[in-house]
């Protein structure tokens, strides 16, 4: 860590945001709580607001980020897994 560069960056992070609680992240922490599906509330320029609501998703994959270099999108994954699908004997 000594070599790598580090910047200064101004705290310009309002009083009310308390830091401390992220010095410990949890992996998974709100993985159940999203699993059984979330809202997200959009507030627009002209002071409207839309909600979007996203259902449970039972068929969800996430890619670890190595693999997610190759594989950008649901579309080029999905071209792929097809391919090696080509390739499997019936």
Do not use: A
Not at 15 to 23: G, H, I, K
Not at 25 to 54: A, L, M
Not at 68 to 86: A, G, H, M, Q
């Amino acid at each position: 860590m000594s070599d790598e560069i580090q910047y200064e960056l101004e705290d310009d992070l309002r009083e009310e945001y308390d830091l401390t609680e992220l010095r410990n992240p949890v992996r998974g922490k709100y993985y159940q709580q999203y699993r059984k599906g979330h809202s997200v509330t959009i507030h627009h320029e002209d002071d409207t607001t839309t909600v979007e609501h996203f259902p449970p998703q039972d068929d969800l994959i996430v890619l670890d980020p190595d693999v997610k270099i190759y594989f950008p999108d649901s579309e080029s994954v999905n071209s792929t897994l097809r391919s090696l699908i080509k390739l499997i004997p019936r």
